[in-house]
């Protein structure tokens, strides 16, 4: 999940630098992801035993690439492009919310105090992380829209209701074998709406940085970072999961001190600290399953003790 956050983390500046010429559009970027990353899967998938995959599971894979892969980055590579990447960057601070409150009615996880303070203390460092770079101030006063932010709020809650509701579907098969299926489900729905403009693009006048980017969401952001999300999705909770989430706005602040564009500042550190700090109440907090064994421990003991009592006064 760290590994699949920070690559996402880059995803929204180098997704604007491929989107500011104009040439390649939200949509077209988008069908380039899905395209991609469905080519490598299938490839990928070539190198492990084949799995049978049953009718009403595919159905499942279907509506699960819906949630993923379609709405997700349609939602958000969209969102970017009328919004600033600060603003973007700061409302995926609200999918480890939507995670929670999904779990809680979906699959009954308890709302734990431990939670609920992790995910404000994770929120918290990651908007002060954010709104103390003096780059992103800039960026969100020249380049911000009301739609934007609203088709970004929309991604993190489809990946979130993803997250949470198709975890036995991806745990009960190989990764490459969920993915492919995924993937090829995505290109299959979102082709009719893209062929005519991919077929458009100037493929020719493309620069050089331009073709690295698109490489880099295709093959890092999209395949690789879906390849880790499976796995983590396997063995960490829906919440858990959906913490990590915070890890992007760092490797963001990181990498901009990096190339001299910002500051780590002491206050970033302590945002850093507060983020990671959250994270790490919350992979902590109780589950279902250990707060229900601990109310049976609790009642197996008041039996024990009422049974003792009963035996005592007969004697």
């Given at each position: 999940?760290?590994?699949?956050?920070?690559?996402?983390?880059?995803?929204?500046?180098?997704?604007?630098?491929?989107?500011?010429?104009?040439?390649?559009?939200?949509?077209?970027?988008?069908?380039?992801?899905?395209?991609?990353?469905?080519?490598?899967?299938?490839?990928?998938?070539?190198?492990?035993?084949?799995?049978?995959?049953?009718?009403?599971?595919?159905?499942?894979?279907?509506?699960?690439?819906?949630?993923?892969?379609?709405?997700?980055?349609?939602?958000?590579?969209?969102?970017?492009?009328?919004?600033?990447?600060?603003?973007?960057?700061?409302?995926?601070?609200?999918?480890?919310?939507?995670?929670?409150?999904?779990?809680?009615?979906?699959?009954?996880?308890?709302?734990?105090?431990?939670?609920?303070?992790?995910?404000?203390?994770?929120?918290?460092?990651?908007?002060?992380?954010?709104?103390?770079?003096?780059?992103?101030?800039?960026?969100?006063?020249?380049?911000?829209?009301?739609?934007?932010?609203?088709?970004?709020?929309?991604?993190?809650?489809?990946?979130?209701?993803?997250?949470?509701?198709?975890?036995?579907?991806?745990?009960?098969?190989?990764?490459?074998?969920?993915?492919?299926?995924?993937?090829?489900?995505?290109?299959?729905?979102?082709?009719?709406?893209?062929?005519?403009?991919?077929?458009?693009?100037?493929?020719?006048?493309?620069?050089?940085?331009?073709?690295?980017?698109?490489?880099?969401?295709?093959?890092?952001?999209?395949?690789?970072?879906?390849?880790?999300?499976?796995?983590?999705?396997?063995?960490l909770r829906p919440t858990v999961v959906a913490m990590y989430n915070y890890v992007q706005p760092v490797v963001a602040s990181l990498v901009a001190a990096y190339l001299g564009l910002d500051r780590f500042t002491p206050l970033k550190l302590m945002a850093v600290v507060m983020i990671f700090a959250g994270v790490y109440l919350v992979t902590h907090s109780r589950t279902?399953?250990?707060?229900?064994?601990?109310?049976?421990?609790?009642?197996?003991?008041?039996?024990?003790?009422?049974?003792?009592?009963?035996?005592?006064?007969?004697?």
């Amino acid at each position: 999940m760290l590994g699949a956050n920070s690559a996402w983390g880059l995803l929204s500046p180098i997704a604007k630098i491929v989107m500011l010429g104009g040439v390649i559009t939200p949509l077209v970027l988008t069908e380039l992801r899905i395209a991609g990353a469905m080519l490598l899967f299938w490839a990928a998938s070539c190198c492990v035993p084949r799995e049978h995959v049953p009718h009403q599971d595919l159905l499942r894979f279907f509506f699960a690439s819906l949630f993923a892969i379609m709405f997700n980055q349609g939602a958000f590579l969209f969102g970017v492009g009328l919004t600033s990447p600060a603003d973007a960057s700061i409302l995926t601070t609200s999918m480890p919310l939507w995670a929670m409150i999904l779990a809680a009615l979906l699959l009954k996880e308890p709302v734990t105090a431990k939670k609920i303070i992790g995910i404000a203390l994770g929120a918290g460092g990651a908007l002060l992380l954010i709104v103390s770079s003096q780059q992103v101030q800039q960026t969100m006063i020249v380049k911000s829209g009301v739609w934007g932010d609203i088709l970004v709020t929309c991604a993190q809650l489809s990946f979130a209701f993803y997250v949470v509701r198709f975890k036995d579907l991806i745990a009960r098969y190989s990764l490459f074998t969920s993915m492919k299926w995924m993937f090829t489900f995505a290109f299959i729905c979102s082709m009719p709406f893209s062929a005519i403009r991919l077929s458009k693009v100037p493929w020719g006048t493309l620069t050089t940085e331009t073709g690295l980017a698109i490489l880099y969401v295709v093959a890092v952001a999209t395949f690789g970072a879906y390849v880790l999300i499976a796995i983590g999705q396997r063995h960490l909770r829906p919440t858990v999961v959906a913490m990590y989430n915070y890890v992007q706005p760092v490797v963001a602040s990181l990498v901009a001190a990096y190339l001299g564009l910002d500051r780590f500042t002491p206050l970033k550190l302590m945002a850093v600290v507060m983020i990671f700090a959250g994270v790490y109440l919350v992979t902590h907090s109780r589950t279902r399953r250990e707060i229900e064994a601990y109310h049976q421990a609790q009642q197996a003991a008041a039996d024990s003790a009422e049974q003792d009592n009963k035996k005592a006064a007969e004697r």
